[in-house]
């Protein structure tokens, strides 16, 4: 018989992913965004600073 495993949230394989809003990578989550992944747009600093300005 085999022990349960502990089944992880996310694994390699199995990170959710998201398309950033700036450069258009794909990026995958990170532990840091655990908690806001839902607003998450981009894929680091540099991008959310660099954000495509809105219509002016
Ligand atoms: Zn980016």
Redesign the pocket.
Known sequence: MAAPAPTPRYTKSTLPTKV?A??G?P?AWRKKWARSWDEVK???E??QRNRPKAAD
């Open positions: 950033c700036t450069c990578r990026f981009y894929c680091g540099k991008c």
